[in-house]
Nanobody
Framework: QVQLVESGGGLVQAGGSLRLSCVAS????????MGWFRQAPGKEREFVTA????????YYADSVKGRFTISRDNAKNTVYLVMNSLTPEDTAVYYC?????????????????WGQGTQVTVSS
């Protein structure tokens, strides 16, 4: 059974930081590129960032470039998202996704598995 379990969300003030984690089980983690998406109330789920299987290729949405950092630890089957300089516009449920093989994907339909999401709320 495939599981992606996100954690690390919470309530933070504007300008603050959070680190999200996503632990995968039931898959050969190193065969999957990984991505983070987010969905704000009343909006579509949008791409945030993604990382290739080895970590040598990374792509960020313009809205988070320079503030967010994605990384992965294949030995721990885990992908991370460090979020700095958070603003209220970053408030959303954050989801991690697993996409079989490279290249990294920016579209929801490219991903094979999803986690249940973790809520991030940024207060002004």
């Amino acid at each position: 059974q495939v599981q992606l379990v996100e954690s690390g969300g919470g309530l933070v003030q504007a300008g603050g930081s959070l680190r999200l984690s996503c632990v995968a089980s039931g898959i050969s983690f190193s065969k999957y590129s990984m991505g983070w998406f987010r969905q704000a109330p009343g909006k579509e789920r949008e791409f945030v960032t993604a990382i290739s299987r080895s970590g040598d290729s990374i792509y960020y949405a313009d809205s988070v470039k320079g503030r967010f950092t994605i990384s992965r630890d294949n030995a721990k089957n885990t992908v991370y998202l460090v979020m700095n300089s958070l603003t209220p516009e970053d408030t959303a449920v954050y989801y991690c996704g697993a996409k079989l093989w490279d290249p990294i994907g920016t579209r929801r339909l490219e991903y094979n598995y999803w986690g249940q999401g973790t809520q991030v709320t940024v207060s002004s």
